[in-house]
């Protein structure tokens, strides 16, 4: 039997609701998509759950879910991803957080919060988070990692003995109010408690320190004379306890690369899952992305590589912008990125399209409403579904799948199972 490649195309928050100005339409059902209207005609359709049943995902939960690793098992908070994401290698047992350069004040000996944002800090970072990285903490028995990301964000990985991640933010999320040591998320007597208890105490003097630190750096010298504000704290937030987490490779079998937009995907699928992030900087993450350099680079893939993947992420935005009309521009750009694919669709390639979560433009965020699905290849049964969009998928021959079912369903179609059973 010949092994195909398998190829796996989402367009971010691309499910929606009815829309009143679009008479009940939905933006995909009311956008011109010849060819993914082509496709279902060709494939198999259904209606997917990226999660399970009015489960509101997260991008970042849903792609675990859609790659074949259950979310509840291995998605840990954001603050593993991100320290992924900036390139720290957290590996398991670490507790990871994302992070804030801040502004503090400090009154009667209380930390007040100036500003989450250390005044929108662009520049220096770097030289902040050198002065931070490998600091040695409860007596050096725990280290920090420490690394900036964009603008105002960082990440920390606090590694070394037993540390739990039930631990709950020290940013407290508003401004003007006093930074208050780590909290434990677990009653004492908990057998999570004493290494949840270990992460709060060497994350509180990671805090403290970073207070006596920063303050006297170079950067903030040179922020203070210009009338900007010192990032002389950092808050922590979203910590987690890493999971081990076995790569796609190693747990598939298969070569597997991916385009992708932006940083939380390529963090989750590079750094966490090792896929190797195919190179397209004309990918912009926004409505003026070139899906004509994202269709050559996914044809180019296809001789490198067993498994691709795509996320398309301009679905997303015009639904988090309450902008129906620009969600149909944008699931337009969705079909003429797989009118460019025609060749490779068209060979012995098994697709499919489908999105991570709605993003309906009433609710302006990620929803737990089910999304469209379609798959073809050949081999693949048509069924009775003509268009593609997420009144007509519920026909479809899929029925109603979970994201942790689709990837089976496409190694099956690939001819890359292997038999349950004798
Ligand atoms: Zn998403």
């Not at 420490?146 to 933010?169: I, N, P, Y």
């Not at 009309?325 to 694919?341: M, N, Q, S, T, V």
């Amino acid at each position: 039997m010949e092994q195909r490649p398998i190829l796996m195309i989402i367009g971010d928050g691309m499910g929606d609701r009815p829309v009143p100005e679009l008479d009940g339409r939905t933006p995909l059902a009311a956008a011109r998509t010849p060819v993914l209207d082509e496709l279902a005609s060709g494939g198999a359709c259904g209606l997917l759950d990226p999660i399970g049943p009015g489960v509101c995902a997260g991008s970042d939960t849903a792609h675990l879910a859609l790659l074949g690793y259950d979310p509840y098992r291995y998605y840990t908070g954001r603050g593993p991803l991100e320290a992924a994401g900036v390139g720290l290698e957290p590996r398991e047992g670490d507790v990871a957080f994302r992070c804030n350069f801040s502004t503090v004040e400090e009154r009667d000996g209380e930390l007040i919060v100036v500003d989450r944002r250390a005044g929108r800090i662009e520049e220096g970072t770097e030289e902040l988070a050198a002065a931070l990285d490998g600091l040695e903490l409860l007596d050096g028995e725990v280290t920090a990692h420490f690394r900036e990301s964009v603008a105002h964000r960082a990440a920390l990985v606090l590694r070394g003995g037993k540390l739990g991640g039930e631990v709950a933010d020290v940013d407290p999320h508003h401004e003007g109010v006093t930074v208050e040591p780590c909290r434990v998320l677990l009653p004492e007597g908990d057998p999570g408690y004493v290494p949840a208890r270990r992460t709060a105490a060497a994350l509180d003097e990671f805090i403290r320190r970073s207070f006596e630190i920063m303050g006297g750096l170079e950067v903030n010298r040179r922020r203070r004379e210009a009338g900007r504000l010192p990032a002389n704290i950092i808050l922590p937030r979203g910590g987690g306890l890493v999971p081990h987490i076995p790569t796609f490779e190693r747990r598939y079998g298969l070569r597997a690369g991916a385009v992708v937009e932006v940083g939380l995907l390529q963090g989750l699928l590079g750094s966490y899952l090792g896929l190797e992030l195919i190179d397209c900087p004309e990918a912009t993450g926004g409505m003026d992305t070139d899906v004509a350099a994202m269709a050559a680079a996914l044809t180019r893939a296809v001789e490198d590589y067993e498994f691709i993947f795509l996320n398309l992420k301009a679905p997303d935005l015009a639904g988090h912008d309450d902008l129906p009309r620009e969600k149909i521009r944008a699931c337009e750009l969705l079909d003429e990125l797989l009118g460019r694919l025609r060749p490779v669709w068209e060979g012995r390639v098994v697709m499919a399209v489908s999105a991570d979560h709605s993003t309906p433009c009433e609710c302006g965020d990620h929803a737990g409403d089910p999304v469209p699905l379609l798959v073809h290849g050949p081999g693949v049964r048509p069924d009775t579904v003509k268009t593609y969009d997420e009144f007509a998928c519920a026909a479809g021959a899929l029925g109603h799948p979970l994201g942790r079912d689709l990837l089976p369903l496409l190694l099956t179609y690939a001819n890359r199972y292997t038999k349950f059973g004798a």
